[in-house]
């Protein structure tokens, strides 16, 4: 065989093993408690917008906590190529895509709203290992981004028990703009797979200047949301 094509051969997607049932059970909890945690957050963010005043640095902070969020895993990415596992640029590019889409959404009256993005592209990604026990391949991302979006709306119908907080549509939107990202950016790294995958077919220029239009994009739309008064 040549070395050209060891390297076109992917390794095995490190098998994931069966989740045991304490396993599974623990990590449905921690999807629960994170979305109350979500809920519960509303205090200490607005006593942080009130410490931060109105200047940029309450609009900046959302933004980066997801590029942290983002550089991590970006680093995952860059970890798995060097190991040479398979990964899905593409994916990965639509996933950048509708993070930033998702940052530039919320009403720029109230910056802070766009933290709900890093939290729920986090959440995605336990709602994918979730899943995996079940599901794989594109049923996977598929039901990673349903069950996302029904914790996103689950979130604010919280919202709206309380006295002192009401749901909005605009932040179901945010909520599952986000985890479509987070899902998309799962699927690119190929997380939590537990059979070998093959080699995503190597992508035209065409497609890739389109991905790279979308970012600029995309990009473009957030910062001038970011300095709308």
């Known amino acids: 065989m040549t070395r050209s094509a060891n390297r076109s051969d992917p390794r095995p997607a490190g098998p994931v093993r069966e989740l045991s049932a304490p396993k599974l059970l623990l990590l449905h909890g921690v999807c629960y408690l994170l979305v109350l945690c979500y809920v519960n957050m509303f205090d200490f963010w607005a006593w942080l917008s009130r410490m931060l005043g109105p200047g940029q640095a309450v609009r900046l902070l959302p933004v980066a906590v997801t590029a942290l969020l ?3 895993i970006v680093q995952r990415f860059v970890d798995r190529v060097r190991r040479g596992y398979s990964i899905d ?67 604010e119908m919280l919202q709206g028990l309380h006295a ?19 899902a998309l950016l799962g699927h690119g790294l190929r997380c939590c797979l537990r059979e070998q995958v093959r080699p995503p077919k190597t992508q035209g220029l065409v497609g890739l200047i389109t991905l790279f239009i979308l970012l600029g994009a995309s990009s473009a739309w957030l910062v001038t949301m970011l300095y709308q008064q």
Do not use: C
């Open 164 to 182: 002192n907080r009401y749901y909005g549509w605009l932040d179901m939107i945010v909520n599952g703009t986000a985890g479509l990202s987070g």
């Open 89 to 155: 640029l593409v994916f990965l590019g639509l996933g950048l895509v509708f993070a930033i889409f998702s940052l530039a959404l919320p009403d720029p009256a109230v910056p802070i709203k766009r933290i709900h993005v890093a939290e729920y592209i986090l959440l995605s990604f336990l709602v994918r290992a979730t899943l995996s026990h079940r599901l794989q391949g594109g049923q996977l991302t598929l039901f990673t981004v349903l069950v996302t979006l029904l914790w996103g709306i689950h979130d």
């Open 70 to 72: 983002l550089l991590i």
